[in-house]
């Protein structure tokens, strides 16, 4: 990895190896995930496939995203995840960004979770939650919401 | 793929602790009611194909295929992070 490339997020509590031993939703061969700073530093991050290098998600903070973000993980999934405290978890969203015009949005139904102190992860599915998959986070028309 | 069919009130009956009702029939939809074990996850077919769907737009339009991330971007969920500090 150059200089210029992604740098591993250091000193922010955030695990640099994920695993997500089932796989995302769909994509079940996308097992093994670093997560790093992206190229320019802020709350987005890069969450990088090692099984498939051209797989990379940008992601972010669910509750950045959405403050009043609400969901219910079955006790099943986090016992998988080796989770023995809620806030240890992080819960991020993945983003999908177009440009021209530019429109950011990010997949509230589907988050990952991720333990932090374990470094592994889930995707889940918020049936009934309400929550839709292009929740838009920033738009050229519309400026930020 | 196992095809029954069944009639209303009737049920089916998956492994040891997985009991599928049919609670009403009306026109093309059809209710279900599901009895399995908490660990087993029940979700609509649609929602997974939405979130996989999800999964590939984002891998699609992540730094595989695109130089730099709008700097808006990070400035506007930046600027939210110091709020919630």
């Known amino acids: ?145 | 793929m196992l095809i029954l069919t069944r009639r209303l009130g009737e049920s089916v009956v998956i492994g040891d602790a997985i009991r599928i009702h049919i609670l009403g029939v009306e026109g093309e939809r059809v209710k279900l009611g599901i009895e399995a074990p908490r660990e087993v996850t029940i979700v609509r077919s649609e929602l997974l194909e939405r979130v996989r769907e999800a999964n590939l737009e984002a891998a699609q339009t992540g730094p595989a295929k695109r130089r730099t991330l709008p700097p808006v971007l990070q400035r506007t969920l930046g600027a939210k992070e110091q709020v919630g500090k």
């Open chain 1, 1 to 145: 990895m150059d200089e210029q490339g992604p740098r591993a997020v250091q000193g922010s509590g955030l695990p640099q190896q994920v695993t997500f031993p089932a796989g995302l939703i769909g994509c079940e061969e996308w097992q093994h995930f670093v997560l790093l700073e992206a190229e320019e530093a802020g709350p987005v991050k890069l969450l990088q496939c090692l099984d498939d290098p051209d797989v990379g998600l940008y992601v972010a903070d669910a509750y950045l995203i959405k403050d009043d973000y609400q969901l219910e993980v079955p006790e099943e999934v986090l016992r998988s995840l080796g989770v023995q405290d809620w806030r240890d978890c992080l819960v991020l969203c993945t983003l999908t960004v177009r440009e021209n015009p530019l429109l950011v949005t990010a997949n509230l139904l589907g988050p990952l979770i991720i333990n932090r102190v374990t470094g592994l992860g889930a995707q889940v599915v918020l049936s009934g939650s309400g929550y839709d998959t292009r929740y838009v986070v920033v738009s050229e028309e519309g400026g930020e919401r």
